[in-house]
Structure formats: C-alpha cells, structure tokens
C-alpha cells in the first residue's frame, strides 16, 4: 500500500522565539547596548587591577590637572585621578542597581503571590502599597536615609523600597489571572499544599514579567543613587560613585566641565543599555508580541 506523503507549506516556518538570551543580539541596536553594559560591568570587576592610581588618595598639588599621560582623564578639586573614580564608582553604582533589583523582585514576589491569593490579605497588603507608592520616590530615600544615616545597605534599602509596591502590584495581576486557570483549580481540588500551589503552579508564570520588571528596576535605581548622591543624600563623598563625583564637580563646572561629562556618561550609557535590554526581553517574553510577530 503507497504512502502518501504531505506537500511541503509554501511558506517556512520559523520559530518565533529565541532559546536562551539569544534577545541581547536581536538587532543591532540592542547588540551596541549589550556590548556596551559588557565592556561596563567588566570594567568595574576588574577596576582593582587596572586603575592607573588610588580613586581616594588626595594630592593637593595635582588638583585640577588637564588630561595628561599620567592622568587620562585628568583630576578632581583634591588631585584625585577622575579615571580612577570613574571606575571604581561604576563598582558602587551597579552594585546598588543590581542590589535593589534583587530585593524589590524577591520581596515584591513574596507580597504579590499572598496578596493574589488571599484576598483578605490583598485588602490590606495593597492599600500599604498604595501608601508607599503615593510618596515621591526621592523623597521617601531622602527620609530613609536621613533617619539611617548614609551607607551603603541604607541607601540600597532607601531606594528599594519605593520599588517594592511596584513588583508586587504585577506580581499580584499575574496571580489573579492565574489562578482561575484549570490546573490551578484542579490542584486546589486535590488537596496540593498551598506552597506547593505558589511554588509550582503560580510562580513560573512570573519569570518572564520579573525579568524584564527588574531591569526597569535595575536602571531606576542606578539614577536614584546619583540624585540622591547629587543632592548630599547618598552614600558618603570620599567614596567614588557616580552621582558623587558629579556633585563634587558641579563647584568647579565652568572651569573644568569634564568632572561631571564623564561619570555623566557612564551614568547614560549604564541605564540607557538596561533599559533597551529591559525592552528587548519584553519583546522576547511577552507571549502576545510572540503571537503577533507569527501573524505577520
């Protein structure tokens, strides 16, 4: 008996989603911004072992010396190498980014899968968010810190906080959608622990939207530690970050305007890169742009 065989499609058939983080080269736009965050983050690791000269010792005599073989990016009002700081302020900038991104992610997901599921607790845990999110971001920092002191953990937690109630507002719309799916219902209907429910049922649903959340994250909290660090409320001058070495360098502005064009544009160019990252794991995770890139 003869087999018949199915015409080939006309058309090919594509995948409409890349395996991995094949999204950080989707175009070349979002390639330049991976690089770019690359060639950052490599250089703030390894900035021990490359800065040409101490980012906190102080030589009077060398203050304010133009760009020279010695000193690349020249110095700062106290004779301090600006390349040095810029380096090593990139450690603490992304560390706090990075930092706060992580806590607000986990406790915003704690918060949004209880809220989401109890509705007595999504009452009360969401009208403290609303609170939280009706007080200007900067300014609730600004209180936090002031009351903590400046450090480094407070500043981190100053600028997180403001996050929180935004992680766990879509944490929580993810859960109610969620959790009227019938395989929810039907481990409800089994007897499954509740956090067996969250853990296996609600929380792989969350992934996608968190990742990119937390790049959104990431970059916000970045901006945040040089406003705060702009306007004396951030971690402690003597120590390199961007925002601070642009709040020294805004004194002496109109003599030597390469003490906040440089931190400023590593300061641009860190978030911007996040922030085109953010978007294209948004492109890459959200199901529905998968399905309307399949219509086309």
Not at 26 to 34: L, N, V, Y
Not at 77 to 90: C, E, M, N, P, Q
Request: charge should be positive.
């Amino acid at each position: 008996m003869a087999v018949e065989t199915l015409p080939e499609p006309s058309t090919r058939v594509t995948p409409t989603s890349r395996s991995g983080f094949g999204f950080l080269t989707s175009g070349p736009i979002i390639t330049t911004a991976t690089i770019c965050l690359t060639i950052i983050v490599v250089l703030a690791i390894i900035a021990p072992w490359i800065v040409p000269h101490d980012p906190m010792l102080l030589k009077p005599a060398q203050r304010l010396k133009p760009a020279s073989a010695e000193f690349l990016l020249g110095t700062d009002a106290y004779g301090r190498d600006v390349l040095s700081r810029i380096l090593y302020g990139g450690r603490i900038s992304l560390l706090i980014g990075l930092g706060s991104a992580i806590i607000s992610i986990v406790v915003g997901l704690v918060i949004g899968l209880v809220s989401g599921f109890f509705k007595w607790v999504d009452a009360v845990m969401m009208r403290i968010m609303d609170g939280l999110m009706a007080i200007p971001a900067i300014l609730l920092a600004i209180a936090v810190v002031s009351l903590s002191g400046a450090s480094l953990l407070t500043v981190m937690i100053a600028i997180t906080i403001p996050e929180i109630p935004r992680v766990a507002r879509l944490v929580r719309s993810v859960v109610l959608s969620a959790r009227e799916e019938p395989y929810v219902e039907a481990a409800i209907s089994l007897g499954s622990s509740l956090p067996k429910i969250m853990w296996r049922h609600l929380m792989p649903n969350t992934i996608a939207p968190l990742i990119v959340q937390g790049t959104y994250v990431c970059a916000a909290a970045i901006l945040t530690e040089a406003i705060l660090s702009f306007l004396g409320a951030g971690i402690s001058p003597e120590i390199p970050t961007w925002g601070n070495i642009m709040a020294e360098g805004r004194t002496y502005f109109q003599i030597k305007p390469s003490l906040i064009f440089w931190p400023g544009l590593m300061l641009s160019i860190a978030i911007l890169s996040v922030n085109l990252i953010g978007d294209a794991a948004r492109d890459a995770l959200d199901p529905r742009l998968k399905r309307r890139e399949g219509r086309k």
